[in-house]
């Protein structure tokens, strides 16, 4: 028996729409605006800074904005502290945001001195570029105030992701 080519041509097209269909059904594209770490170093402190992302509510397939600014500081001295951390946008003509750091001592991963852990609250930022300043004052009273800059850049990245194979590998 032999197809006519309208015919045949029909037959391609329904098959590549009902594939189109099923891709669309089972698989999710997500959407990542992250940041890649930043890292400062000050006479012989060690800052590293991350700007994370959070799933959103309404579109639980992007990760984006509120960020939560984190910054690991370790090879301290006890009562080493930061002050007037800053964000700075790329853009210039946005204004800089002061978050407000909450410290959390911790013990540090090797034996090189004390270290400590800054985790702000959500910051609604625009998703661009930025740079973290700041000054690191070593020990109480004393009068040693060293400044410290680091860039923190944007990375964009997505991926089809299938979520129904996700939740069943969770269980």
Same mark, same amino acid.
């Given at each position: 028996m032999r197809t006519e080519p309208?015919?045949?041509i029909l037959i391609l097209l329904g098959i590549a729409t009902g594939v189109f269909a099923l891709w669309v059904m089972l698989f999710d594209r997500y959407t990542y605006y992250d940041y890649k770490p930043g890292e400062c170093r000050v006479s012989g402190v060690?800052?590293?800074?991350?700007l994370t992302g959070d799933f959103a509510s309404r579109q639980p397939a992007t990760r984006?904005?509120?960020y939560r600014l984190s910054i690991d500081v370790s090879n301290?001295?006890?009562? #080493?502290?930061?002050? #007037?951390?800053?964000?700075?946008?790329?853009?210039?003509s946005a204004r800089p945001v002061t978050p407000l750091l909450k410290?959390? #001592?911790?013990?540090?991963?090797d034996t090189s001195g004390k270290a400590f852990h800054l985790m702000s609250d959500p910051l609604p930022l625009a998703f661009e570029s930025y740079t973290l300043t700041g000054t690191l004052r070593r020990e109480p009273?004393?009068?040693e105030q060293l400044r410290f800059s680091c860039e923190i850049d944007r990375k964009y990245r997505s991926?089809?992701?299938a979520p129904w194979l996700d939740a069943w590998m969770s269980v």
């Open positions: 309208g015919s045949f060690v800052l590293q800074a991350r984006g904005s509120p301290t001295l006890p009562g #080493d502290s930061l002050e #007037d951390v800053t964000l700075t946008p790329e853009d210039i410290r959390y #001592d911790r013990e540090p991963s009273n004393s009068p991926e089809w992701r």
